[in-house]
């Protein structure tokens, strides 16, 4: 008996789908080979660091600007020409959401270095001493980005000295270090103590926002690495763009919009990504914010959202409100009045002044769940 070929639900798929070529091109780690509109950054922080390329102390670089604004890809885009460049400059990529103690960020620089330490019962200055030995011994320039820094300034313990022993070392050691710090925290330069602030910030190159254009571009060239040809209706990458323009000129989003919009396609069977498609990405993006901002919510907020809900349309007058919570919850006007501010600065409630009606003078605030 003739054995029937089996079924396979993975073969079934097939490997290349029919409108991704290259869905991998999508991922927010995946490194382009070109950086449209990052020019001047990318010249900035390579001008800063020629020193290290030939085996002298490099400037230090403070990179500043709002998330998605390509302030990771640029960094990682620099060393990749450093390292391509030159065998003098070692670069060291850290995220401090990863590593965010003294101890774990100079262990990862020793790992990174290919020195392999017990992870614990090895003191950090231990460690340090290790990495300035086989910096030395090599006669190399460690250059180490430190990308979400002020994650360093997030605890208690001082976990910014590490911020000394690595600006310092040059000094202290004749080791010179090149630090690059990437934080989209305006404020953190402030928060640093002054004798930090001034070495680290050597050079600040600001990322600031794209423009509705640039996401275009930016969005645009991920699509053609990614999609094949014809997949895409001509309205997907600009609405991406507008939303990602929308949403802070934030590019991560934009290149996840158009991956949720092809894998939306793709699901359906259809045979080009449409504009509809887009719209219910974003749709499913807000409905999924909108839902872990719920879950966040305490009690009294939760029930304002539910008293303005069960009001309909015609919304409910803070007066009206402030006699409902009274009856449950024991919080003064005032504080039921920065609930409902709050609740209004994340859109989950709208806000209308209407002049009060009759004899009394004033406003009164009409409390509405916003229709979508
Ligand atoms: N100029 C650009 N060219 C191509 N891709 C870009 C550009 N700018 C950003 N991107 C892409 O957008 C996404 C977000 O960029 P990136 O991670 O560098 O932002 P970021 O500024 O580090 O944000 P955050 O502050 O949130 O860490 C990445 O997938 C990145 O590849
Ligand atoms: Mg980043």
Redo the contacts with the bound molecule.
């Keep these: 008996m003739q054995a029937m070929p089996r079924q396979n639900v993975f073969r079934d798929f097939g490997d290349a789908g029919a409108l991704f070529r290259d869905e991998r091109a999508l991922?927010?780690?995946?490194?382009?080979e070109?950086?449209?509109?990052?020019d001047a950054q990318v010249r900035e922080i390579a001008s800063a660091l020629r020193g290290a390329a030939q085996g002298r102390r490099p400037e230090n670089v403070v990179a500043v600007?709002?998330?998605?604004?390509?302030?990771?890809?640029?960094?990682?885009f620099v060393f990749r020409q450093l390292s391509e460049y030159s065998g003098k400059a070692v670069p060291l990529y850290i995220n401090c959401w990863e590593y965010s103690t003294r101890h774990a960020v100079l262990s990862r620089i020793s790992h990174l270095l290919g020195e392999f330490m017990p992870r614990r019962g090895i003191a950090a200055d231990e460690i340090l001493d290790r990495i300035v030995e086989v910096l030395k011994k090599e006669k190399k320039v460690a250059v180490v980005a430190l990308?979400?820094i002020d994650r360093l300034l997030a605890g208690r313990e001082g976990e910014e000295k590490v911020l000394y022993d690595l600006l310092r070392a040059g000094e202290t050691y004749g080791t010179p270090f090149g630090v690059i710090g990437?934080?989209?925290n305006e404020d953190f330069l402030a928060r640093l103590d002054r004798r930090i602030r001034s070495s680290l910030a050597q050079r600040e190159v600001a990322?600031r926002q794209?423009s509705p254009q640039?996401l275009k571009?930016?969005i645009g060239?991920?699509a053609r690495l990614s999609f094949h040809e014809g997949a895409l209706s001509p309205e997907a990458v600009p609405l991406c763009a507008a939303h990602a323009a929308k949403n802070g000129g934030?590019?991560?989003l934009?290149?996840a919009m158009l991956w949720k919009a092809g894998k939306l396609a793709e699901q359906q069977g259809a045979e080009k990504v449409s504009a509809a498609h887009c719209k219910k990405a974003f749709a499913a993006a807000e409905a999924s914010i909108r839902e872990e901002q719920l879950s966040r919510l305490n009690g009294i907020e939760r029930r304002i959202i539910g008293i303005a809900g069960e009001s309909g349309g015609k919304g409910i007058t803070s007066g009206e409100l402030y006699e409902k919570l009274a009856k449950e919850f024991d919080e003064t006007d005032r504080t039921v009045r920065n609930y409902i501010d709050k609740l209004e600065a994340l859109k989950l409630v709208s806000v209308e002044e209407r002049p009060r009606t009759g004899a009394q003078k004033g406003n009164t605030r009409i409390i509405r769940i916003p229709t979508a």
Excluded at 34 to 38: I, K, N, T
Aim: zero cysteines; glycine letters at 10%.
């Design positions: 991922e927010p780690e995946y490194l382009p070109l950086l449209p509109h990052r600007g709002k998330p998605g604004t390509g302030k990771t890809a640029t960094v990682r990308d979400e990437v934080t989209n990322f794209y640039e571009d930016i060239a991920r934030d590019a991560r934009g290149i």
